[in-house]
């Protein structure tokens, strides 16, 4: 096996697609070591050889990342997971990268793309549709809010709170610290302590999870000029 070999798992109950994924990955870097319908099926071999890449379908008409996802990751932590979907969902992409899926990937895409998009995930990125992704941080997806939250319940500070809101709105750190008359130091700080507290690992996840729990319903046009 060549060095830089990506040792493969493929999850897919649909067996025609499923042979259609093995020939387009056939002559490539990525060697598929097992396959199976059912994700429960593939937990033996998953523990057993660690694969490098898992890849997963998420059932027609999910809306929410399933509990196998949960037991993949807890078989192979250090594998690159990655979700492959029927159609564009913007509520099921939105949880899949709550919960930290590296890929979501749409089964219609054309072969040379999902190769390079696989590749880019194996290397450490975290592959979405970018017009998905665009249209969260847009604010565009207010209509998929599911968990309404306060303030006060996420012990967020008012300032944390501006932020917040930019950072739904696609800003940048440079024009945050504009629009709040302070330093892009100060921006930072406050940034590093709301990512703590709401659990997120970058602005990307701090602005969907703020989608996701109702904080992005009332416009950033109140940020400006308060008090750092």
């Known amino acids: ?81 990655v979700a492959l979907v029927g159609q564009q969902c913007p509520m099921l992409m939105t949880d899949c990268l709550m919960q930290d899926i590296d890929g979501f990937l749409i089964k219609t895409m054309k072969p040379n793309v999902l190769l390079q998009s696989l590749a880019l995930i194996a290397e450490g990125e975290r592959v979405y549709p970018a017009n998905l992704v665009a249209r969260l941080l847009r604010g565009g997806a207010q209509s998929m809010v599911m968990m309404p939250g306060s303030q006060e319940q996420y012990n ?48 990307t996840q701090a602005a969907i999870w703020a989608l996701h729990h109702g904080f992005a319903s009332t416009g950033a046009a109140a940020a400006a000029g308060a008090p750092a």
Not at 186 to 202: E, M, Q
């Open 1 to 81: 096996m060549e060095k830089d070999t990506i040792k493969t798992v493929i999850v897919e109950s649909n067996s025609f697609f499923r042979e259609g994924l093995k020939s387009i990955l056939r002559d490539s870097r990525f060697d598929i070591g097992f396959e199976s319908e059912k994700p429960e099926d593939a937990l033996a071999y998953l523990q057993a050889e660690k694969p490098d890449l898992v890849i997963v379908e998420l059932p027609v008409g999910a809306e929410a990342v399933p509990e196998a996802f949960h037991a993949i990751r807890e078989a192979v932590p250090e594998a690159r997971i």
């Open 156 to 203: 967020l500070t008012a300032r944390e709170m501006d932020i917040l809101h930019l950072l739904v709105a696609g800003e940048p750190n440079k024009v945050i610290a504009r629009r709040l008359s302070i330093t892009e130091a100060t921006v930072k700080v406050h940034l590093r302590s709301l990512l703590k507290k709401i659990n997120a690992a970058n602005r």
